[in-house]
């Protein structure tokens, strides 16, 4: 197998050139790498090149790699030329699962055969995906944040047939592009941080469905709320915090009663002792290093600067 060290890829593919697949070649353009892509809109490469070029100023801002250029944009005419050379390939096509089906069926019969293929669905599992490629092993779930030239986060997750030196290799290749992946070992649907955003979706609409309160009382409860201590940790380091001296026990202790409350049309699960404990000393391990107060303080400290970048911004008076 001669796939070069993931610090070392020059020549990116991408398929699908809409929010995310624009996004996505906007941050490996970033990376001084060569970018070929391809989209069968008819209007797709103008409003790609477009779009590039409305974020340069921004991926300038973040910090250009040597050899960076919105030159380096081949946009091509059709999948297989746009594939062909290509060292890596991000899908971003329509979230379907019979347009995911065949393209990563064709990406995996046009490209080099060491090339990695990696898909940006928001929630389908590569084993259910990758059924009609002759290669599943070199394919990952790799799912991204919008913008994913500024967002950090992508959750790369293997299907039951991809290799794990294949995983290992697309962790590799984001963080030396300067993302936070996150490697899952389990492939479960909506992977991590959708299940999540999910569940606070769900409610949302069910709280606008039963007329329980408005947009703007949603937005708000959210902005000066709960999306500002999300900014800066985690949510169990948060109700670690939330828990006083005694931690996340104390929380458990104090509000574990209300999980069965009507507090959300989401069923609760079971607060076994085993649930409880997992939460209680995931919470210890993650926060170790620090005192509590130590954490109190940061969080305090990063607050206040981040509510005073943000009030410095017209974005944060928006609707106010
Ligand atoms: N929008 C988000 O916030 C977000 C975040 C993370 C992941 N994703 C995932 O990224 C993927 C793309 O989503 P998006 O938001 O960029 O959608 P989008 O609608 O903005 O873009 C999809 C692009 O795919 C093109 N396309 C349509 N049929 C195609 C085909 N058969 N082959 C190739 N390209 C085709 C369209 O012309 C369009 O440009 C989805 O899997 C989505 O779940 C989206």
Known sequence: MSRPNPDAVKRIAVIGTGV??????????????????WDPAPNAEARLRERIGAVWPKLAQLGLRPGASP?????????ASAVAG??????????RLPIKIETLKNIDAACPP???IASSTSGYAMTEM????????????????????????????????????????????YRATG????????EVPGFVADRIMEAVWREILHMLDHNMATVEEIEASVRYGPGL????????TVLHLGGGEGGMAHLIHQFGPSLKAPWTFLEAPELTDELANTVIDGC???????????????????????????DSSQLWHLGR
């Not at 995310?20 to 892509?37: C, D, K, P, T």
């Open 179 to 186: 993302k936070q992946p996150l490697k899952l070992n389990k």
């Open 71 to 79: 030159d380096n944009l081949q946009f091509h005419s059709d999948l």
């Open 86 to 95: 290509a060292e890596f390939i991000q899908e971003s096509v329509p979230e």
């Open 284 to 310: 210890r391990q993650l926060t170790a290093e620090k005192t509590l107060r130590e954490l109190e303080d940061e969080r305090d400290d990063l607050l206040i600067r981040l509510i005073e970048l943000l």
């Open 20 to 37: 995310i697949g624009g996004g996505w070649a906007a941050h490996f353009l970033r990376q001084g790498m060569q970018v070929a892509a």
């Open 229 to 236: 201590r999300w900014a800066l940790m985690g949510p169990l």
């Open 114 to 116: 060491d090339a990695l």
């Open 130 to 173: 990758a059924v009609q490629t002759r290669h599943p092993e070199r394919c990952v779930v790799a799912h991204p944040f919008n913008p994913p030239y500024i967002m950090p986060l992508v959750e790369v997750v293997a299907g039951q047939k991809t290799s794990p030196t294949a995983l290992q290799w697309a962790v590799d290749f």
